[in-house]
């Protein structure tokens, strides 16, 4: 995912209307696969995330490519650090931004040992992985 596939999140409300100025006509439709990605993406509790892979077995619908292009082109207008890589790798290009969100939410963090490049942590897939049997506040 490049940097301008996620719109910055103040800025971000087109996207989830139904279009990317980018990759759309004004006023097109979101694709409904898109949309069911998105709304899945907006259940997610604070710092609770799910994996691409989590989000199409939840849709019983596509795979975590699918589910990573979903993101990829729309994500921006809503919490898109909440849909994960599987090995809880920050999502590159984005790992300052979504580190921000984790520590604000408080999403489980795996510290980075020095070793590790770039020291950044990788989340705490077996903490903070959402199955989606408890609903987030606000929803059904």
Do not use: C, F, N
Not at 14 to 34: F, Q, V
Not at 39 to 67: F, N, S
Not at 81 to 89: C, L, N, P, Q, Y
Not at 110 to 124: I, N, Q, V
């Amino acid at each position: 995912m490049s940097e301008e596939s996620l719109p910055e999140d103040a800025g971000a409300q087109g996207a989830r209307a139904g279009y990317d100025s980018t990759r759309e006509e004004p006023g097109e439709a979101l694709p409904a696969y898109a949309e069911r990605v998105l709304d899945v993406a907006e259940l997610i509790p604070a710092g609770r995330v799910m994996t691409y892979g989590d989000v199409a077995e939840w849709l019983e619908e596509g795979g975590p490519r699918q589910v990573g292009r979903v993101m990829a082109l729309y994500g921006g207008a809503v919490p898109w650090w909440r849909v994960v890589r599987a090995d809880g790798v920050l999502l590159p290009g984005h790992e300052q931004r979504a580190l921000g969100h984790y520590r604000a939410e408080g999403t489980p963090l795996k510290e980075a040992s020095r070793a590790t490049e770039g020291h950044l942590p990788r989340l705490d897939m077996r903490r903070a992985r959402w199955d989606g049997g408890e609903r987030a506040e606000g929803h059904t």
